[in-house]
């Protein structure tokens, strides 16, 4: 077994490997900004004392985690085409909402990891709710919640192999044309 690896053919196609290995990166960076987003603020209300937020945190990602993501970027492909939006732009809002939801518990994790005397100790030095939550708490829980943000990165890499079905021409979708 003296098999040699033929490296001509991925040479005389390394235009079209580049390119495919930039969109897929365009795509996966894209949707992780789209996640966090989205991660930030549901994972928020999913932290809240209150009942309304935390359910509507629940059902979201309860809903969103149980379709499988091809269906999410056949959704938004078959719906956001007939507004003649590219099928980049379709997958990466499947993408996004998909990844989302995880990046929601993560960081409802990390905000829940924090002990409530910080924030109880920012409003006895007089800030506000939202100060609060933004100047010390999560600061505090980035630092919990980065490691998994890193492993979210790199499941997206791996799930944006799924928009080559709506033809966008990522990594996989350039190897399936050579």
């Known amino acids: 077994m003296h098999y040699v690896f033929q490296w001509g053919p991925i040479w005389q196609h390394r235009d079209q490997i580049g390119q495919g290995l930039l969109t897929t990166m365009a ?3 894209a949707a992780l900004i789209g996640a966090v987003l989205i991660g930030l603020i549901v994972g928020t209300a999913g932290a809240a004392k209150h009942r309304l937020p935390r359910l509507g945190a629940l059902l979201y990602v309860e809903g969103v985690r149980n379709v ?9 492909y078959l719906g956001l085409t007939a507004l003649n939006l590219p099928a980049f732009l379709c997958a990466l809002f499947g993408l996004s909402i998909y990844s989302g939801a995880y990046a929601a518990e993560i960081v409802r994790a990390g905000l829940i990891s924090i002990p409530a005397g910080q924030a109880e100790g920012a409003a006895a030095l ?9 100047l010390v ?3 505090q829980a980035f630092r919990a919640i980065a490691p998994s943000l890193a492993s979210l990165f790199s499941q997206l890499i791996k ?6 079905v709506v033809a966008v021409g990522e990594l996989a979708y350039q190897a399936g044309a050579i």
Do not use: C, R
């Open 27 to 29: 795509l996966s960076a």
């Open 159 to 164: 799930d944006s192999s799924l928009a080559s």
């Open 137 to 139: 708490v999560w600061p």
């Open 68 to 76: 499988p993501l091809l269906l999410h970027i056949y959704f938004w």
């Open 126 to 134: 007089g800030l506000g709710f939202w100060q609060a939550l933004m």
